[in-house]
């Protein structure tokens, strides 16, 4: 394990203490125990199928930039990429490993790369947004004006990169004498801008953030807990959203500890100890979808071919 994904694991363990140091042990025994087993079971089932809409979402922005990969080799690649992530093996962040996957083959190494980001960006466009509309719409109770208008900013700001870099790009000195010019170039003409292919991507994501949003109603009823989706639609995003950054291990303890900010807080929806259960079934629904990558991966040449660096995709002998 790299120096990078030991200190991620000690960030996590930081953060799950402090989280447990307003658990009462007993009464998380008990929560666990009045858990219904069905409700976890859906919860994971349905997690790994939102991972099948993400991965369509990711191939057809790689697609719309020119890299022809088939999506059954496109959602390999996403779960060996999901696996590297989850269970970090000290030489290829997952992000990188699917980015490089998904162009074995084309002489586009730096556009799938390009995708994955530009996947991330969109998807956290998406969450920011309906977090926002929900806000604009029913109010933010749960949620302090500062948060809103940050992320505010993070969409108008992420938007205009999308679609005013582009333009903007050419127009700088170094673009074109430069090799980091011509990279970035590449870069952005990844970022779909048709209203076709946006429109798709998009739907996709929402669909993708409503599951993921819905998936917390089903764990709140299997506690025996009364969350209006209201509530959910406007504080899960920012569950995520914090969640997603890389700064521990699947968000452990991060995503337990913005679960009690969020929802056990005055005035408390939930106990201490139901939003470490949260955070409890959350993991275990990652980490099992994650596993699936890990499964392909050893079924596959892919995470050797990885390993030994050999992934880097060749560009054809010209003729």
Known sequence: MNTKSLIKLALSIIMVAIVFRSVDVDNLKATFLAMSPWAVLLVVVGYTSGQLLS???????????????????ALKAYFIGMFLNCFSLGMLGGDAARGILVAQGQPKKTEGLASVVADRIHGLIVLSCIALATSAIMGRDRVSPDLIQLLLVLVVGCTAGWFIGPWLLPHLPFMKTTRIGFKLQQVMAIFPRDPKTLIIITSLSIVFHLVQISLHAVMAAGMGIEISFTTLLLV??????????????????????????????????????????FGAIWLLAVTVSSAIGGIVAMMSEDLRSLKAGRATPQVPPST
């Open 55 to 73: 991965s369509v979402k990711w191939w057809t922005i790689a697609r719309s930039g020119g890299i022809t990969t088939p999506y059954p080799a």
């Open 236 to 277: 899960i995003p920012f569950v995520n959203i914090v969640c997603s950054l890389p700064i521990s291990w699947n968000g452990l303890g991060v995503r337990e500890k913005a679960y009690t900010y969020f929802l056990a807080t005055a005035p408390a929806i939930v106990s201490y100890e139901q939003a470490v259960a």
